[in-house]
């Protein structure tokens, strides 16, 4: 009996680390509440170990990380058009990430992992036409949910 009880903590604890990780969801769109050509929501905020699962809501869309917003150690990755793709962020810091065939249109995000430390090395990635102002706006709200949760 004492046997079955110790493999019963002892799964139990291991389905408890698998549980504590997280999913979030953001959609690929045409429309979507923040204008054309959206990443829904822009900006999210996980813990290590989270996956992002970007949904591919309307066709025409892919996720891809900019090699310039990704922290140290962070690794890329690349979505084909039309299709989910989730990724697991293990590495705390800024990612910022892309619709390659609206990137100019401002079809951006960011991803936000524990403590975002490089936050400065991700400000100064240069962007095409809407991108730019995009990510700027994702920075300022990325400061004030930081700064209002000291």
Do not use: W
Request: charged content about 20%; glycine content about 12%.
């Amino acid at each position: 009996m004492r046997k079955v009880l110790v493999l019963g903590m002892l799964a139990a604890l291991g389905l408890g680390g698998a549980a504590s990780a997280a999913e979030v969801e953001v959609k690929m769109l045409n429309k979507g509440t923040e204008g054309v050509m959206v990443f829904e929501p822009a900006l999210v905020k996980v813990a290590p170990g989270d996956t992002v699962k970007f949904v591919a809501a309307d066709k025409g869309h892919n996720v891809e990380s900019i090699d310039t917003m990704l922290p140290e150690g962070g690794k890329t990755f690349v979505g084909k058009v039309n299709e989910e793709m989730a990724v697991t962020f293990d590495k705390p810091g800024v990612y910022g990430y892309k619709c390659k065939p609206h990137y100019g249109m401002g079809m951006v995000g960011m991803v936000v992992v524990g403590e975002p430390t490089n936050t400065d090395q991700a400000k100064a990635a240069t962007h095409p036409g809407k991108a730019k102002q995009v990510f700027g706006t994702l920075f300022d709200k990325l400061a004030t949910t930081t700064t209002a949760a000291k």
